[in-house]
Nanobody, 118 residues
Framework: QVPLVESGGSLVQSGESLNLTCTVSPDTLNYHSIGWFRQAPGRAREGVSCLSLGTGSTYTADSVEGRFTISRDNAKNTMYLQMTSLKLEDTAVYFC???????????WGPGTQVTVSS
């Protein structure tokens, strides 16, 4: 079973909202953290937001603070990224990933494309 699969990517206009979903394997609940990352063409992958599965605490990058919200639904084995007020610079492939207790995100989904147009 693929441990993580993203969905929900689309072409949207600037200012619109979009929700991404990451369906995770049930054993993911035993991991330390889950997170969303993105990679725009020609740029390095960057962290967007992550969530500690033990404490529920979250981290959100400054570039999306106040616009993006990470959440989870344990019963559905799902993680979400709610994105509002999208900007052109949010265009990227978005990935979800999980981190074991080794400090590294080792398992990644295939990604979903988000394109924001003017």
């Amino acid at each position: 079973q693929v441990p993580l699969v993203e969905s929900g990517g689309s072409l949207v206009q600037s200012g619109e909202s979009l929700n991404l979903t990451c369906t995770v394997s049930p054993d993911t609940l035993n991991y330390h953290s889950i997170g969303w990352f993105r990679q725009a063409p020609g740029r390095a992958r960057e962290g967007v937001s992550c969530l500690s599965l033990g404490t529920g605490s979250t981290y959100t990058a400054d570039s999306v603070e106040g616009r993006f919200t990470i959440s989870r639904d344990n019963a559905k084995n799902t993680m979400y990224l709610q994105m509002t007020s999208l900007k052109l610079e949010d265009t990227a492939v978005y990935f979800c990933a999980r981190q074991w207790f080794n400090g590294q995100y080792d398992d990644w989904g295939p990604g979903t494309q988000v394109t924001v147009s003017s």
